[in-house]
């Protein structure tokens, strides 16, 4: 902190080592909210949101939002809406039973708070009656999966929501299309 004030930014050699990434800046957000450093914590807030859309698909994601519901201070809002909408924006990844996503959904399990807002949020994102968009039913090619699924719009990548989590670009899942509604 005591480098931000001579050099405005919180990060410099002495941390090159560390990979704090998104939990540095939860962490610094927390301090500057603690000690009434409003630009400070608006550079942290600001790194965390890049953070979240360059790191979504990292352990150190899981580590952030671990800090995020389990560390109580003041005001974490705003950077909590910030890994729910990363959720969301993710969600076919991050749930989709790849194993590399796996301390996530450890974290997502763990903590009632983020399973609650992430349902929340995934839910409101869900078409609704006349403002469905047309679904697309699948059948996933796994033949020990067999699974078959309808899909909203079209993602760039889909996940097989069964046991076998295939994760695939929407122009291989197009052979395996059953029908459009």
């Known amino acids: ?13 002495n941390l090159e080592k560390c990979d ?10 927390a301090i500057a909210d603690k000690y009434l450093i409003p630009d400070l914590r608006a550079l942290a807030a600001t790194r965390f949101e890049e953070g979240a859309q360059s ?20 005001d974490n809002r705003k950077l909590r809406e910030v890994v729910v909408e990363a959720v969301r924006n993710h969600a076919t990844e991050l749930f989709g039973g790849n194993q590399a996503y796996e301390k996530f959904v ?3 399990d763990r903590t009632g708070e983020f399973s609650a807002a992430c349902s929340k949020a995934l839910a409101l994102n869900m078409p609704r009656g006349s403002q ?16 078959r699924f309808t899909t909203h719009g079209e993602p760039e990548y ?11 670009h929407m122009d291989w899942w197009r052979q395996y299309c059953l029908e459009r509604k």
């Open 1 to 13: 902190m005591l480098s931000y004030f001579y050099t405005h930014d919180y990060r410099g050699p």
């Open 20 to 29: 704090g990434g998104m939990l540095l800046d939860a962490r610094v957000y």
């Open 55 to 74: 790191q979504w698909s990292t352990p150190n994601f899981a580590d952030a939002i671990d800090e995020l519901y389990t560390e109580r201070f003041v």
């Open 106 to 108: 450890e974290v997502h």
């Open 132 to 147: 469905a968009t047309p679904g697309i039913t699948y059948r996933c090619a796994n033949s020990r999966c067999d699974m």
């Open 158 to 168: 889909l996940t097989c929501p069964g046991s076998c989590g295939a994760v695939r």
